[in-house]
């Protein structure tokens, strides 16, 4: 059975840092690009961070840049998201998928089931 999990969510202070982790099961992990993505109450799905399965290269929202690190293990099938100096505009569920671009998610994609972040005082 396929899984993608999300772990790591929680409650931090302004100026904390958390790391989020995506556990894959069940397929090809490392065929995959990894995008990890925020949604806030209210609004649009963000996309955050991606990493190609080719060559390991990365990029990051404006938003997030400098801030936050994605990084992915291919042996464990894990991705991780690294947020430091977190502000509370972070605050968000934060998924990961099989994807980079959320247009691009197709029948053979995997999306998990996301973790909630928090950022407050």
């Known amino acids: 059975q396929e899984q993608f999990v999300e772990s790591g969510g929680g409650l931090v202070q302004p100026g904390g840092s958390l790391r989020l982790s995506c556990e894959a099961s069940g397929f090809t992990f490392h065929h995959y690009a990894i995008g990890w993505f925020r949604q806030a109450p209210g609004k649009e799905r963000e996309g955050v961070a991606c990493?190609?399965?080719?060559?390991?290269?990365?990029r990051y929202a404006d938003s997030v840049k400098g801030r936050f690190t994605i990084s992915r293990d291919n042996a464990k099938s894990a991705a991780y998201l690294q947020m430091n100096n977190l502000k509370p505009e972070d605050t968000a569920v934060y998924s990961c998928?099989?994807?980079?671009?959320?247009?691009?998610?197709?029948?053979?994609?995997?999306w998990g089931q996301g973790t909630e972040v928090t950022v407050s005082s």
């Open positions: 990493i190609t399965s080719t060559d390991g290269s990365t």
């Open positions: 998928a099989t994807v980079c671009d959320y247009n691009d998610f197709g029948p053979y994609d995997y």
